[in-house]
Antibody, heavy 117, light 111 residues
Framework: QVQLQESGPGLVKPSETLSLICTVSGGSISSYYWSWIRQPPGKGLEWIGYNYYSGSANYNPSLKSRVTISVDSSRNQFSLKLSSVTAADTAVYYC???????????WGQGTLVTVSS | QSALTQPASVSGSVGQSITISCTGTSSDIGTYNYVSWYQQHPGKAPKLMIYDVNNRPSGVSNRFSGSKSGNTASLTISGLQAEDEADYYCSSHTSSSTLYVFGTGTKVTVL
């Protein structure tokens, strides 16, 4: 059974860079696309972007200038970096596996990141 | 790319059937059979319930079914049970550079 686990700071200061890691267990990170999705408190879901183990990334245009998603096959991990954060970036951040057919079949439990000084 | 439109809330009694609509455009639902549905209980991660309009992942109850007509997709829950009370989100592939668009979400209440 594939499992995903997010890790990283729960508090980030405005203008700094948000950094999260997703560790994949129970399966190889190869041969799948891996996404980050966020959900502001009380609001809906927003796809941030994905990358492939070979390095083929694609990002939501609304965040593209600030986002980097990387995959580390040797550690079975992928990461999210979001720069120049503001309060609007406060959200629960989920990592997820793209299961094909543009759906997300496995999700991490989510981690709340608050942007505040 | 605007979010897909869902009703804010839908309710039903135990044992009844309910249907949640998800309205998009010709750039997403109207063109692609890549509609998926997610169930989210409070404080939990979303769970994939339906993919490719009407396919259920292994382990998902057959009380959940999906369909599509034109620019609107639908999720039907039959034999409503207390544990079905949750938020539900639809999602679709889109031809815009966003690639994925989610719905606004629907809160299902079991009376």
């Amino acid at each position: 059974q594939v499992q995903l686990q997010e890790s990283g700071p729960g508090l980030v200061k405005p203008s700094e860079t948000l950094s999260l890691i997703c560790t994949v267990s129970g399966g190889s990170i190869s041969s799948y696309y891996w996404s980050w999705i966020r959900q502001p408190p009380g609001k809906g879901l927003e796809w941030i972007g994905y990358n492939y183990y070979s390095g083929s990334a694609n990002y939501n245009p609304s965040l593209k200038s600030r986002v980097t998603i990387s995959v580390d096959s040797s550690r079975n991990q992928f990461s999210l970096k979001l720069s120049s954060v503001t309060a609007a970036d406060t959200a629960v951040y989920y990592c997820a596996r793209n299961g094909g057919s543009y759906s997300f079949d496995y999700w991490g439990q989510g981690t709340l990141v608050t942007v505040s000084s | 790319q605007s979010a897909l439109t869902q009703p804010a809330s839908v309710s039903g009694s135990v044992g009844q059937s309910i249907t949640i609509s998800c309205t998009g455009t010709s750039s997403d639902i109207g063109t692609y059979n890549y509609v998926s549905w997610y169930q989210q209980h409070p404080g939990k991660a979303p769970k994939l319930m339906i993919y490719d309009v009407n396919n259920r992942p292994s382990g998902v109850s057959n009380r959940f079914s999906g369909s599509k007509s034109g620019n609107t997709a639908s999720l039907t829950i039959s034999g409503l049970q207390a544990e079905d009370e949750a938020d539900y989100y639809c999602s679709s592939h889109t031809s815009s550079s966003t690639l994925y668009v989610f719905g606004t979400g629907t809160k299902v209440t079991v009376l």
